[in-house]
Structures are given as structure tokens and as C-alpha cells.
């Protein structure tokens, strides 16, 4: 394994706000880990590297940097809501896109009707796109988080107002 599949990694970790990532590949194995969570933004333990017959090697890398798109809003979920109105939550740690493409328009807007299994957002998790689907019929009340936005598992991305 060379270095820059494990620059890769660690750009991985960063992309999705991994704190471990072990991965093996026929002989070999690397398993990459961040220090003490609550010290990432600053400080980063050394990385292990085990190939076969080879020393354990301890390259440098960046440091974990969270941007301000990648901190979850904690008021998000919080918001009132009638008992009418259903979450969509995310059900992995990805980024939010609400359109197919760049240029293409949103899968829905605020106010819209939806069916049971239209597609409302693709979330990329670890490269692949996952088309989130509306598990009611209802009318969006509230897109909760924006194009492009890193998101956690479960962290609630739309409210969907049903005729219950």
C-alpha cells in the first residue's frame, strides 16, 4: 500500500468525519485512527501501517479539520412540529444534495406533495450516491438542511406534513 492511498484514507476520514477507518487488501491491512474525539480539530495521533514483512511506519498527516458545513445544526430537529408531520432522517453520515446534478432544479421544494417512495435527496456516502426516498404521502413543511451539507446518521433532513 503507498503512501498516497493512505493520504487518500485520511482524506476520506476528513470528508465524512470518521474517527477510525480500518481497511484490509489481500496481505496487506492498514487501520487509521484519530486521537481523543474531543481533540481532533487539533491534534491527530500517529498513524500505524503494517504491510507484510515490512517495519511499522508512521507517516505525518493533516490534521482533522471540521468546516463550519460539516457541524450538525443542534437546533434543527428541535423545531416544533404538528403530530401530523413525519421526519426523514438520514440513514448514513454523508452529504446532502437535493438536486441529480449541479445544474439540475431541486428534487422538491417547501410546499410540495409527495408520494410514498418519490425521491427527495441524494445523500454520498464513501463515493456512491444513495437516493433517499419519502416514506409518507404529505406536503414538505421544512428542508432542514442545505445543498452540499455534511450530515450524520439519523440527523432529521426533512419534515413531511401528512394527512393522518
Same mark, same amino acid.
Given at each position: 500500500m503507498d &503512501?498516497?492511498?493512505?493520504?487518500?484514507? =485520511? !482524506? +476520506?476520514?476528513?470528508?465524512?468525519?470518521?474517527?477510525?477507518?480500518? &481497511?484490509?487488501?489481500?496481505?496487506?491491512? =492498514? !487501520? +487509521?485512527?484519530?486521537?481523543?474525539?474531543?481533540?481532533?480539530?487539533?491534534?491527530?495521533?500517529?498513524?500505524q501501517y503494517q504491510a507484510p514483512?515490512?517495519?511499522?511506519?508512521?507517516?505525518?498527516?493533516?490534521?482533522?479539520?471540521?468546516?463550519?458545513?460539516?457541524?450538525?445544526?443542534k437546533h434543527q430537529s428541535k423545531k416544533e412540529v404538528s403530530k401530523n408531520t413525519k421526519e426523514i432522517k438520514s440513514p448514513f453520515v454523508g452529504t446532502f444534495y437535493g438536486a441529480p446534478s449541479p445544474e439540475a432544479s431541486n428534487f422538491v421544494e417547501i410546499g410540495q406533495t409527495v408520494k410514498k417512495g418519490q425521491t427527495l435527496c441524494i445523500v454520498e456516502a464513501m463515493k456512491l450516491m444513495n437516493e433517499i426516498?419519502?416514506?409518507?404521502?404529505?406536503?414538505?413543511?421544512?428542508?432542514?438542511?442545505?445543498?452540499?451539507q455534511a450530515i450524520e446518521f439519523d440527523q432529521a433532513i426533512f419534515h413531511i406534513e401528512t394527512r393522518e
Open positions: &503512501i498516497d492511498k493512505i493520504e487518500n484514507y =485520511i !482524506k +476520506l476520514m476528513n470528508t465524512y468525519g470518521l474517527s477510525e477507518l480500518e &481497511i484490509t487488501e489481500s496481505t496487506e491491512s =492498514i !487501520k +487509521l485512527k484519530y486521537g481523543n474525539p474531543q481533540y481532533q480539530s487539533s491534534m491527530m495521533s500517529p498513524i514483512n515490512q517495519q511499522v511506519s508512521k507517516p505525518t498527516a493533516p490534521p482533522f479539520s471540521q468546516t463550519e458545513n460539516s457541524e450538525p445544526d426516498e419519502s416514506e409518507f404521502d404529505g406536503v414538505i413543511k421544512d428542508i432542514l438542511v442545505k445543498n452540499e
